[in-house]
């Protein structure tokens, strides 16, 4: 199972574009990179998924290089709401698959 | 996508004593998590529930602390058994809907248990 690292805290201010990275070296060839979010006393949340290249939702927008080693988290104008840990993971779709969690990046964004 | 109902929302237990976590969701899945989260820190995977057959758990989880129970494809227990502080931390149901088309996974609003 790839493992995964991102910068464990941010700053940003309301307004702003904040980009999250995170390395994942051992990346396998049918591994996805996914991107949660969790508030406290919450359940983490799906925010966007991608394989390569980039994907873009209504949230936020994933960029993936050709080589898949890392991936970075663009949420588009923060606001106060936004401040939340966000955990990236890698893992295979099937019937096995677990998610391994790391410590996620804690965004906080202030007025 | 899936609803997960997760109950109770918290509680407040003397140790020694059992809690039974209950987690219903609202579409049938093969497989459904359970994970610890401790204050501040990343979610733990405990065990995967399968339904019809035995629970699968992780390395440091033992299903005499930790019994499951999968009686069909929507409902899953998990007891935390003979409880001590160490056991006070947030506990988590979480599904993967195969009808999503990304697999992401749903999680339930969480238990916060505090053990005194």
């Known amino acids: 199972l790839a493992k995964t690292t991102q910068p464990i805290s941010m700053d940003s201010y309301e307004g702003q574009e904040v980009n999250i990275t995170c390395s994942h070296n051992?990346?396998?060839?049918?591994?996805?990179i996914t991107w949660y979010q969790q508030f406290p006393s919450q359940g983490p949340r799906f925010i966007i998924q991608g394989y390569k290249t980039k994907v873009t939702n209504e949230v936020a927008s994933l960029f993936i290089p050709a080589d898949r080693k890392s991936s970075t988290l663009s949420l588009p104008r923060v606001s106060l709401s936004d401040t939340a840990v966000y955990y990236c993971?890698?893992?295979?779709?099937?019937?096995?698959?677990?998610?391994?969690w790391g410590l996620g990046t804690s965004l906080a964004v202030n007025p | 996508s899936a609803v997960i109902s997760q109950k109770p929302s918290r509680d407040i237990c003397q140790r020694g004593t059992s809690l039974t976590i209950q987690c219903q969701v609202d579409s049938q899945v093969t497989m459904m998590f359970w994970y610890r989260q401790q204050p501040g820190q990343s979610l733990t995977l405990i065990a995967t529930a399968n339904q019809g057959s035995e629970a699968t758990y992780e390395s440091g989880f033992v299903i005499d602390k930790f019994p499951i129970s999968r009686p069909n494809l929507t409902f899953s227990t998990l007891t935390v058994s003979n409880m001590s502080p160490e056991d006070s931390s947030i506990y988590l149901c979480?599904?993967?809907?195969?009808?999503?088309?990304?697999?992401?996974?749903?999680f339930g609003q969480g238990t916060r248990l505090t053990v005194v």
């Open positions: 051992n990346i396998a060839t049918n591994d996805y």
């Open positions: 993971l890698v893992a295979a779709a099937g019937n096995n698959r677990k998610l391994i």
């Open positions: 979480s599904v993967e809907d195969p009808g999503s088309p990304t697999l992401e996974a749903f």
